[in-house]
């Protein structure tokens, strides 16, 4: 194994673990995860960190897909602990290997900012959820600030591969508006204790139009 994916499959898991649970962005988790309703598929679920925050009593199937065999180990103890059934797969948000129209809920939370294409991650989310379903999304992406956005656009080429393919400038709410969704944001803004460059972050519900 090289150095790479030595990094990729060892410290990367525990990095993105530890940022993704910090106590503010756990918060912000509080505000969106539990929304969740009725068959309910999460995009890019490793780590399996938002296990802790769905409502059971809401929800009537769970599934989820991660590309990262070692997150995914990360997801199957946290659905054990949770003591319900998921149907978790190895895959991509741009090829979600579930039919159309089979989710009433797709829950996005720090992942349209690692794939590889969004806008055919977000067509493939409007894919598979049912009339009127609702996407709920948490995501960092381009600040509003021009002296931050300036540093989004420097440190992202590192950033990007040390974080997983993550990227700092992506627009994600306006992008999920023009893919087909109708976006209710529920809030916005800086995240307290994280740095300027990562913490810039949407929240919200985004439901599927004609
Ligand atoms: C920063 S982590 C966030 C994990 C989890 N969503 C959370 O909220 O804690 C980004 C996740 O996106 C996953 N990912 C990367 N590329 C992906 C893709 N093309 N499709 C689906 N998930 C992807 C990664 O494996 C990783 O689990």
Redesign the pocket.
């Known amino acids: 194994m090289g150095l790479a994916s030595w990094y990729e499959a060892n410290i990367m898991p525990r990095l ?1 673990a530890c940022a ?1 649970s910090q106590g503010q962005v756990m918060k912000r988790r509080a505000a969106v995860v539990p929304l969740a309703r009725g068959d309910v598929f999460e ?5 399996g ?2 296990h802790e925050f769905y409502n059971r009593d809401a929800i009537t199937s769970y599934a989820g ?4 065999e070692g ?1 995914l180990e990360g997801t199957r103890a946290a659905a054990r602990t949770k003591g319900w059934a998921a149907d978790l797969r190895q895959g ?3 090829a979600i290997p579930f039919a159309d129209e089979s989710f009433d809920c797709v829950v996005c ?3 349209l ?4 294409d969004p806008a055919q ?1 977000m067509r493939e989310m409007r894919r598979i959820l049912r009339p009127g379903g609702t996407a709920l999304f948490l995501e960092h992406g381009r600040a509003p600030d021009p002296q931050v956005r300036g540093w989004q656009g420097r440190i992202e080429p590192v950033w990007k591969r040390l974080a ?3 990227h700092l400038t992506r627009p994600i709410a306006t992008a999920l508006s023009g893919a087909g969704f109708a976006v209710e944001r529920l809030g916005e803004g800086y995240t307290p204790k994280a740095p300027r460059f990562a913490g810039w972050m949407k929240w919200g519900v985004a439901r599927k139009v004609d």
């Open positions: 993105i993704c995009l890019g679920c490793g780590g960190i938002n897909i991660d590309p990262h997150l991509r948000g741009e939370t720090f992942t900012c690692s794939v590889e991650v997983g393919g993550c």
